[in-house]
């Protein structure tokens, strides 16, 4: 198998930080973790539809950049393989730097399959055909929440004492991780470019947790079951920082089909992940991931995104109309 790779970012913190901590985030990963690259700018030639009869087709799976390159590929390896297994199709894994990248992705039909966040899929659903199959039950609840994290010994209690802070979110169509903080600083009459020092995309949620850890950036907003599953398996992070705010429940990140597949694959896989915990190969793959099990998704769950999604653009329209005067 050849290396994977990971494009760099480079991601510019406050005047004053040292070059060492800038080349560090650049990296968009860990020094101390192994990380390999992607390349992000490999696209791929796929087809319309497939049948089931043809065994020989391989379905492209994306993972959005909800962790980091290598932290997706060891984290969902054995989930992709099962599901490939069990259809009997090659998987080809797909990643991209953005959310954007994966769901244009979706619109050139070069993506079959995908775990994708909350926030692309509750306000992308009809624009990018986006078809939910399952969503992940996590402590018995087909639930996530925003966490607002700070380091352990910082000062900062709430989200005020963020101010003239520098602040990272993930991606900009996260939900937790962007559109979220986003909210609560329109609901306090603030915008991030006059609330704080600067703001910056680190483009994945396990990044974002080592910023806080040490110290490169003053508080972040993340996706809480990304913290939880850290802070119960490799807490060397996590420990490092203190939760201070969370927000209302969404729906999980479901995992979704493009619209182009053939229906007969949509339904193999959809009953997979459905009875997965039922079965005794699937079951230590579904613990090891912290999850219960799967469920049919209720599109309600993900109301509560658009709902946000809805005041912050009223925000915008509001602030845009104030400066023209």
């Known amino acids: 198998m050849r290396p994977l790779s990971v494009a760099a970012k480079k991601i510019y913190l406050s005047l ?17 973790a192994g990380y390999t690259p992607i390349d992000f700018s490999n696209t791929i030639k796929t087809e319309k539809s497939k049948s089931l009869d043809d065994k020989e087709h391989t379905l492209k799976v994306a993972v959005s950049a909800m962790v980091s390159p290598k932290e997706t590929f060891s984290t969902y390896r054995d989930l992709i393989d099962y599901i490939g297994d069990h259809l ?18 979706f619109l050139k ?20 055909g986006f078809e939910a199959l399952a969503t992940p039950v996590i402590r018995e609840k087909p639930f996530y929440q925003s ?18 802070g520098v ?14 903080p986003l909210y609560w600083l329109a609901k306090m009459g603030e915008k991030p470019e006059t609330f704080f020092k600067n703001v910056t995309y680190t483009y994945s949620h396990d990044n974002s947790i080592l910023a806080v850890a040490r110290s490169l950036v003053d508080g972040a907003a993340v996706d809480g079951i990304i913290w939880e599953y850290y802070n119960a398996r490799n807490p060397l992070n996590t420990s490092q920082t203190r939760v201070i705010k969370k927000s209302i429940p969404f729906g999980s990140p479901p995992f979704v089909a493009s619209k182009y597949l053939a229906s007969e ?5 959809r009953d997979l ?16 991931l912290m999850i219960d099990r799967f469920v049919s998704p209720k599109d309600t769950w ?4 658009r709902e946000i999604k809805k005041q912050l653009n009223v925000a915008n329209r509001s602030s845009d109309v104030v400066q023209r005067f």
């Not at 039922?278 to 230590?284: E, I, V």
């Not at 993900?302 to 995104?305: M, S």
């Open 88 to 105: 009997n199709y090659k998987i080809q894994l797909i990643q991209r730097k953005t959310y954007g990248d994966i769901n244009e992705l």
């Open 265 to 269: 694959i949509k339904e193999k896989a």
């Open 273 to 288: 992940l459905l009875n997965m915990h039922q079965d005794p190969k699937g079951r230590p793959i579904l613990k090891e």
């Open 16 to 32: 004053g930080i040292s070059l060492s901590l800038i080349m560090f985030l650049s990296s968009g990963c860990s020094r101390d």
């Open 147 to 164: 966490y607002l994290i700070v380091n352990k010994n910082s000062s900062i209690e709430k989200i005020e004492d963020l101010r003239n």
């Open 109 to 128: 039909q070069q993506i079959d399959l995908a775990f994708i966040c909350s926030g692309p899929y509750a306000v992308g659903k009809e624009k990018y």
């Open 167 to 180: 602040f990272a979110m993930t991606d900009p169509a996260s939900n937790t991780g962007a559109m979220v």
């Open 302 to 305: 993900y109301q509560p995104v």
